[in-house]
């Protein structure tokens, strides 16, 4: 099962917004509706920020989004603040009860 | 409140194996599954496989199909991730989580567990 693709970088300034790709097949992405965003600072455990494509978990603000189109999921940061700067990993299930993630994007605020 | 709280790090030798284990608190351990996840100096994460605190089924990534064993002991909130065979390229802090969403991760995380593979 090969990663997904992300973008190694994006950036943008404090107050805009930025979107991460995560491109798979229709074997995981297309193909599911269980894709997943996770936010990772330097030295720390990864940290859930978006389930089942759209969802948020609890605390998690409102700026962070998700979306799916094809074998394409995004993950919208609005309003971009300081503390958004950390890589992101994209997660699909891929079947047969496995998952893959991307395979990182690190995002700069400028 | 809710911690995996993860064994400490290791140094092993090539072919040898490893056992980390993950003790659970602040919620019904048997309710949720344990993911597997881990992480190689300066690359990305990747899914090992999952198991079920509840009845033990498991779940394994292909590629650890023949050198991982996942368990559970319910009377300790513990999960266990057993790897074996060790390579130099399984040198990776290795990572615990609660799947309450079953999206991969979990929504909580353990620290995390660096095993270090060198001759």
């Known amino acids: 099962q090969s990663a997904l693709t992300q973008p190694r970088s994006v950036s943008g300034s404090p107050g805009q917004s930025v979107t991460i790709s995560c491109t798979g097949t229709s074997s995981d992405v297309g193909g599911y509706k269980y894709v997943s965003w996770y936010q990772q600072h330097p030295g720390k455990a990864p940290k859930l920020m978006i389930y089942d494509v759209t969802k948020r978990p609890s605390g998690v603000p409102d700026r962070f989004s998700g979306s799916k189109s094809g074998n394409t999921a995004s993950l919208t940061i609005s309003g971009l603040q300081a503390e958004d700067e950390a890589d992101y990993y994209c997660?699909?299930?891929?079947?047969?009860?496995?998952?893959?993630f991307g395979a990182g994007t690190k995002v700069t605020v400028l | 409140q809710v911690q995996l709280v993860q064994s400490g790090a290791e140094v092993k030798k090539p072919g040898a194996s490893v056992k980390v284990s993950c003790k659970a608190s602040?919620?019904?351990?048997?309710?949720?599954?344990v993911s597997w996840v881990r992480q190689a100096p300066g690359l990305g994460l990747e899914w090992m496989g999952w198991?079920?605190?509840?009845?033990?089924?498991?779940n394994y990534a292909q590629k650890f199909q023949d050198r991982v064993t996942m368990t559970t002991d319910t009377s300790t909130s513990t999960a266990y991730m057993d790897l074996r065979s060790l390579r130099s390229d399984d040198t990776a802090v290795y990572y615990c989580a609660r799947d309450r969403y079953s999206s991969g991760g979990g929504d909580y995380w353990g620290q995390g567990t660096l095993i270090t593979v060198s001759s």
């Open positions: 602040g919620y019904a351990f048997a309710s949720y599954g």
């Open positions: 997660c699909s299930y891929a079947g047969s009860y496995t998952y893959v």
């Open positions: 198991i079920s605190a509840h009845n033990g089924n498991t």
